[in-house]
T-cell receptor, first 117, second 112 residues
Framework: GAVVSQHPSWVICKSGTSVKIECRSLDFQATTMFWYRQFPKQSLMLMATSNEGSKATYEQGVEKDKFLINHASLTLSTLTVTSAHPEDSSFYIC?????????????FGPGTRLTVT | QKEVEQNSGPLSVPEGAIASLNCTYSDRGSQSFFWYRQYSGKSPELIMSIYSNGDKEDGRFTAQLNKASQYVSLLIRDSQPSDSATYLCAVMSLTGTYKYIFGTGTRLKVLA
């Protein structure tokens, strides 16, 4: 149980285009989903927290107009990287927290490797 | 600034030995603690969560929590080469956001 999927697993796009990444909890409902970014040999950096049906909360320094997050249902959150640039190339990982009360574990998706050329 | 600190390693242990990974945190209000394993190029995988002082065992893994000393550790018994990975400590305080603060991870190498 507690499986999270991400799509696509990797994407290459040209500078200036937008890319959408989907995160789905497959066998549980998630009130809260998180989006992280990880550069090579660095730890995870939280970008934003999204709750179903409400606006995402972005971490300091993360541009909300560039990284659009939508949490439309209890099983789906999307991250859109708008007007992508080479410096946005990274490993993007989502996680989901189970809807169960007093459940604090985050289950991670497999990640999406974005390369902007 | 709330921090979670881990020794970056690499920590090298021979196959079959016990690997001991440590993590300290600065926020005394932290309530929930997690260990994740991350293989190179992959996303983190939850190993264990611990909420109360003391030990919690799950198979070859034992998590230990000492809130007074603000540290949490992970012991891996009978280490296998397949355990070679980066181990991330994550700490969550009950602020209502459910956010984790991650340590930078300890790289473990199990030598065959």
């Amino acid at each position: 149980g507690a499986v999270v999927s991400q799509h696509p697993s990797w994407v290459i796009c040209k500078s200036g285009t937008s890319v959408k990444i989907e995160c789905r909890s497959l066998d549980f409902q998630a009130t809260t989903m998180f989006w992280y970014r990880q550069f090579p040999k660095q730890s995870l950096m939280l970008m934003a927290t999204s709750n179903e049906g409400s606006k995402a909360t972005y971490e300091q320094g993360v541009e909300k107009d560039k990284f659009l997050i939508n949490h439309a249902s209890l099983t789906l959150s999307t991250l859109t990287v708008t007007s992508a640039h080479p410096e946005d190339s990274s490993f993007y990982i989502c996680s989901a927290r189970h809807i169960r009360a007093n459940s604090y574990e985050q289950y991670f998706g497999p990640g999406t490797r974005l390369t902007v050329t | 600034q709330k921090e979670v600190e881990q020794n970056s390693g690499p920590l090298s242990v021979p196959e079959g030995a016990i690997a001991s990974l440590n993590c300290t945190y600065s926020d005394r209000g932290s309530q929930s603690f997690f260990w994740y394993r991350q293989y190179s190029g992959k996303s983190p995988e939850l190993i264990m969560s611990i909420y109360s002082n003391g030990d919690k065992e799950d198979g070859r893994f034992t998590a230990q929590l000492n809130k007074a000393s603000q540290y949490v550790s992970l012991l891996i018994r009978d280490s296998q080469p397949s355990d070679s990975a980066t181990y991330l400590c994550a700490v969550m305080s009950l602020t209502g956001t459910y956010k984790y603060i991650f340590g930078t991870g300890t790289r473990l190498k199990v030598l065959a």
